[in-house]
DNA sequence: CTTCAAGGCCAC
DNA sequence: GTGGCCTTGAAG
């Protein structure tokens, strides 16, 4: 079983899900010693995908420039620093970070709180992720790995929430990939 | 100075 | 165990 390859080459599929997200990365894992640790999250959602909101803000307007004393620049506020190092993500993947942390956590579907061990996830996945690995947890999923993982179920099955942290790419060291 | 992310803290 | 918030230190 491998994650679910979700590509948006389907034309079909809506795909309720964040504007671009990184999607299983073959995790080289360093620290990998468990040899039944090869698990992958398959996706198992019976038949229930999420409902995520997916708010895309920040679309300029696509003119309107026409006044230079118009103070009309109230979209985002970015005082001083503004075109700094997201550089790179903004780059290759033609997205500016602000996007990318308004769509939802890959994982449970919560609030985007930054870049953590490799992807965008939320506060509580971070911390979840940071928790399992530094204390070498090996939780055991009691239904056969195919527990749905949102912000109301992601207590119920950290085995589970665990795969799919490793699945949407999740990695101890970001670098040397 | 600034922002970012890793890790720590700790009430719940 | 969980997750929101804080501190740290690196990078710009
Ligand atoms: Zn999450
Ligand atoms: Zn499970």
Redesign the pocket.
Known sequence: MKCLSLTPSSPRLPLPQSPIQQRHINFPMPTHQSPNLGRQYTGAAPGALYSAPLDLRESHNPNAIGHPDSKDVKDDER???DL???SV?AAQSGIT?QQLINSPCPI?G??I??????I?S???????F??????K?NYVCMRGSTCTVS?ST??KC?AC?FDKCLCMGMK?E?KLR
């Open positions: 005082p001083a620093t700094q190092q997201h993500l970070r449970c919560d609030k709180s930054g870049f953590h061990y490799g965008f939320c506060e509580s996945c971070k911390g979840f940071k928790r399992t690995v530094q204390n947890k912000t992601r207590k950290p929430r101890l970001v």
